[in-house]
């Protein structure tokens, strides 16, 4: 199969990428030609070696597309390596539920991009489905401990949901067991997408194999008739997941279009997941390179605060920078503008959208970082809006720098680049999370909104509220919460656009995911298995004659 050409000619082949880093081809167990995984040993023998500068990567409020927050992690990974520095960046896996759905895939555009691209949006090196795998052993193992007795486990109190990686509605609600008494006990049950499963969680934040095996044994399937929480651990289901998540826990190497090292491993979303690349792979990055940059699911509201709240919390992180991703199209969007009229030029609209441009700025330095706007150029873009833009975030205090990485690769990122250097001289000393852990976990829903999302407190409805207090007697009271809710608004009502105010954020409900270590509460309408638009980006994807796959952006 012919490969894209990066900016020197074709891609180069992963040994090749390693050394750049210091690793040898010893260090890799290559998938192919391109991609390799890299043994948690080499990970323990760089534990001594210092860590280089962390730079997170998120973003305003995105309209549908995205604004390019994947592209402007490449691009300035591969600026800074023009620049000269030591440079490696780390990101999430995609899914194929995006993939064949509405943003289709997620490894850049343009000059910007991560490569092999076609395999990466695809099946990779088989993560994804290793974890959807271990998600349906442990269903499994519930499902037959309940048909032949062997659990104490109530089959009305199961809370374990299988796993899929792909946008299907018709299985967030099903019943199993029907049938007859042959085909197990009639209950109903439920999948979730794969990016929003505890096991994606748990590999994402799991640190070794100890770490991964103790995690999974710690997953909460249930409740006996007596409400005492059954586990993976009682059921003896932790030591065979692990062993299907073996490989999938050592990170993914592979390379941008301009050779720049990529780690590319985890997937979680981040509406309804923690939005973060695995702790493995980052903390490798960080030993092997001067800069990593890192990005978090959707905007700052969501992928940077649960990075954050939960990541940096369990593995000890310290970033030193953030850049928030801005468009012209995102602003007119929060502006008032349809989204079937945003290519045409309008500065007021621009003007109007920078609130919710600010908002994010703000919650940046909520975390005691200092922003740098990347404002993610477009060729439908007005000189007029552009300079509206930079003006606007000027006169926040902040710094605003114009990315063309799409179209120029690291050269357009170059500018960014000096600016996020200068950003992250401080090494993130005032880095601090929002709460801390002893803070009950409804006050800790309720410091989010409010500080994240600009509400004026939280609805937490009743049955949740009964469930957060249940996992407090259990002792689960200073973990966490991750907040899933919708992407289109700072909100949980995804119409409500700009800079919404007086507005309270409902709570429906509550999830435990013990194992992964934070309690997931569900924020409005949000759901934990997508569906397909009207016209799926699968209609696009095809095969040709010479085994090309065309149609994946």
Do not use: W
């Not at 960080?286 to 800069?291: F, G, I, M």
């Not at 919710?356 to 150029?377: I, Q, Y």
């Not at 700072?490 to 007086?502: E, F, K, V």
């Not at 409005?524 to 994807?541: F, N, S, Y």
């Amino acid at each position: 199969m012919t490969r894209s050409a990066s900016s020197t000619g074709a891609l180069e082949p992963i040994a090749a990428i390693a050394r750049k880093l210091g690793l040898e081809p010893h260090d890799l167990e290559p998938y192919g030609h391109y991609k390799a995984k890299v043994p948690l040993d080499v990970l323990d023998r760089l534990s001594d070696r210092p860590d280089g500068t962390l730079v997170l990567v998120t973003a305003m409020t995105p309209t549908p597309a995205g604004e390019g927050k994947s592209t402007t992690t490449i691009g300035l990974g591969d600026g800074l390596r023009a620049l000269g520095h030591k440079a490696a960046i780390a990101l999430r896996e995609p899914s194929l539920g995006p993939v064949f759905g509405v943003k289709g895939g997620a490894t850049g555009g343009g000059r910007a991009m991560v490569e092999p691209m076609d395999e990466i949006n695809l099946h990779f090196t088989g993560d994804l489905h290793a974890i959807t795998t271990a998600t349906n052993l442990l269903a499994a193992m519930v499902d037959n401990a309940l048909h032949h007795g062997t659990t104490a486990l109530d089959p009305r109190r199961v809370t374990v949901r299988r796993a899929m990686d792909m946008n299907e509605r018709v299985l967030r609600h099903v019943v199993v067991g029907l049938g007859g008494r042959g085909n197990g006990v009639l209950r109903e049950a439920g999948f979730d997408i794969t990016a929003a499963s505890e096991v994606m969680a748990i590999l994402c934040l799991a640190q070794s194999y100890a770490d991964l095996k103790a995690r999974l044994a710690r997953i909460v399937v249930g409740e006996d008739a007596q409400g005492r929480f059954v586990t993976a651990g009682d059921l003896r289901a932790a030591g065979a997941m692990a062993a299907l998540l073996r490989d999938a826990l050592k990170p993914n190497l592979a390379q941008t279009r301009e050779g720049t090292p990529a780690f590319i491993h985890g997937g979680p979303f981040g509406n309804i997941a923690h939005g973060c690349n695995s702790v493995v792979a980052t903390r490798l990055a960080l030993k092997l390179a001067d800069y990593v940059v890192t990005e978090a699911g959707f905007a700052s509201d969501l992928g940077a605060e649960k990075f954050v709240d939960i990541k940096c919390r369990a593995a000890g992180l310290r970033p030193a920078a953030a850049v928030v991703v801005a468009t012209v199209r995102a602003l007119k969007m929060h502006g008032g503008v349809t989204l079937a009229d945003l290519k045409a030029t309008d500065v007021a609209a621009v003007e109007r959208g920078l609130a919710n441009l600010e908002k994010h700025v703000e919650n940046v330095r909520a975390f005691g970082l200092t922003p740098v706007v990347a404002l993610n150029d477009f060729v439908t873009d007005a000189e007029v809006e552009r300079e509206a833009v930079i003006r606007g975030v000027e006169a926040m205090g902040a710094v605003a720098v114009r990315s063309e990485v799409g179209a120029r690769g690291g050269a357009g990122g170059e500018a960014l680049a000096r600016a996020v250097v200068e950003a992250a001289g401080d090494g993130g000393r005032r880095f601090a999370q929002l709460y801390p852990d002893d803070l009950p976990l409804a006050a800790k829903i309720e410091t989010v909104a409010r500080t994240m999302y600009g509400a004026d407190g939280v609805a937490i409805e009743p049955a949740a509220a009964r469930k957060l207090a249940r996992y407090e007697e259990a002792g689960y009271g200073r973990l966490p919460i991750c907040i899933a809710k919708t992407q289109n608004s700072l909100s949980d009502d995804p119409t409500r656009r700009g800079r919404p105010t007086g507005f309270r954020v409902t709570v429906r409900d509550v999830r435990l995911s013990a194992g992964a270590g934070f309690v997931v509460a569900l924020a409005g309408d949000i759901l934990t298995m997508p569906g397909l638009p009207e016209r799926p980006a699968a209609e696009q994807v095809d095969l040709d004659e010479s085994g090309r796959i065309t149609g994946l952006f």
